[in-house]
């Protein structure tokens, strides 16, 4: 079975700062797609960023990058330099080439 | 420029009311997806269409049914409402099936099963 857990159900971070959000997933597939997907209040969700399971290098979109453990199932995501518009819900994703599977997602609060 | 519009927005329906929320996409992608996302849980797949092929997950309720008619159109249907029903429902879209391809989702359409 793939599941996807997020640990962190609610994180908060000083506008500027730098914060990490926590994913990991369990699967037995080798190859997949990995991603981050941002919902903000009364909005849709959005792709963050997205990570090839057979890349080593961790990807990167500006203020977010990524932290891939492909061992260790981990997909962690770090914002850089918060913004206020970065207040906002974000799910974990894994795709495996069937269907998306979301973890519980984690409510992110950019304080100024 | 609004490329998944799901309509309406909010929906209220009274409990055993057949219910019809809409999807629609300016993409001209392949697959469309419906999702039942409800409060504090990751969205939950329902079904999707890879163009006019219909596939429904193993858990969905035969309540649940869906419609694609074009390509740019899909309907989920709601046969007899029950207050576990109520939920955001998310529309997505993606160009193909892959891991490539990242969905595309519209802004969701809350239902209220009254």
């Known amino acids: 079975a793939q599941t996807v857990t997020q640990s962190q159900p609610e994180m908060s971070v000083q506008e500027a700062e730098t914060v990490t959000l926590s994913c990991t997933y369990d699967?037995?597939?080798?190859?997949?797609?990995l991603f981050w997907y941002k919902q903000p209040p009364s909005r849709q969700m959005i792709l963050v960023i997205r990570?090839?399971?057979?890349?080593?290098q961790n990807a990167t979109e500006n203020r977010f990058s990524v932290n891939f453990q492909k061992a260790a199932k981990s997909f962690s995501l770090k914002i850089s330099d918060s913004q206020l518009g970065d207040t906002a819900m974000y799910f974990c994703?894994?795709?495996?080439?069937?269907?998306?599977?979301f973890g519980t997602g984690t409510s992110l609060t950019v304080i100024p | 420029d609004a490329m998944v519009i799901q309509n309406p927005r909010y929906q209220v329906t009274q409990f055993g009311k057949p219910v019809t929320l809409s999807c629609s996409q300016t993409?001209?992608?392949?697959?469309m997806y419906w999702y039942q996302q409800k409060s504090s849980q990751a969205p939950k797949l329902l079904f999707h269409?890879?163009?006019?092929?219909?596939?429904n997950e193993a858990d969905t309720p035969d309540n649940f049914q869906s419609r694609r008619p074009n390509t740019s159109f899909c309907f989920l249907d709601i046969r007899s409402p029950g207050l576990g029903d109520a939920a955001m429902y998310l529309c997505?879209?993606?160009?193909?099936?892959?891991?490539?391809?990242?969905?595309?989702f519209g802004p969701g359409t809350r239902l209220t099963v009254t």
């Open positions: 997505a879209t993606s160009r193909e099936q892959g891991r490539a391809h990242e969905q595309y």
């Open positions: 699967t037995s597939e080798n190859n997949y797609y």
């Open positions: 990570q090839e399971a057979y890349k080593q």
């Open positions: 994703a894994f795709y495996p080439g069937n269907q998306f599977y």
């Open positions: 993409l001209n992608h392949n697959v």
């Open positions: 269409y890879y163009d006019k092929d219909f596939n």
